[in-house]
């Protein structure tokens, strides 16, 4: 029986999550970590690390609803009291809202896989 004495790499937490939130590989930050909208790649075109292993579920709607929630909810409240700036004020905060979504969605898939490829946390 032999013991495999691979050196694993580094996993630098912080690094991990930008370079997922930009949308490249936590393991090298090249090979792309998104296809298409919001699609995990299972290896990564650069350096072929294995990140199908790592499922975020419904990890990356959750932290976006949070975000947007915590932003605009109150902004819309506050606009909502004053009639003197009319409908126009409360439609301009849910459009706001929904392109954060749009954009937020994809950058926080990566950074959720970043962070489970960080803390090596696989699937199981
Ligand atoms: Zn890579």
């Not at 009639?83 to 409360?90: K, R, V």
């Not at 809202?97 to 489970?116: E, M, N, S, V």
Request: proline fraction near 6%; aromatic fraction near 8%.
């Amino acid at each position: 029986m032999s013991i495999d004495r691979t050196p694993t790499p580094k996993r630098v937490l912080g690094r991990a999550i930008v370079r997922g939130f930009g949308g490249r590989c936590p393991a090298c930050g090249r090979g792309a970590i998104i296809r298409g909208y919001i699609s995990p790649v299972a290896t990564c075109t650069a350096c072929t690390e294995n990140l199908g292993r790592y499922q975020t579920a419904d990890f990356a709607p959750y932290i976006v609803t949070f975000i947007v929630g915590l932003l605009f909810t109150p902004l819309a409240f506050v606009l909502s009291l004053d009639e003197a700036l009319g409908d126009w004020a409360l439609y301009a905060t849910i459009s706001a809202a929904l392109l954060t979504a749009i954009l937020l969605l994809p950058r926080t898939k990566g950074a959720a896989i970043g962070l489970l490829w960080a803390l090596d946390v696989p699937n199981t």
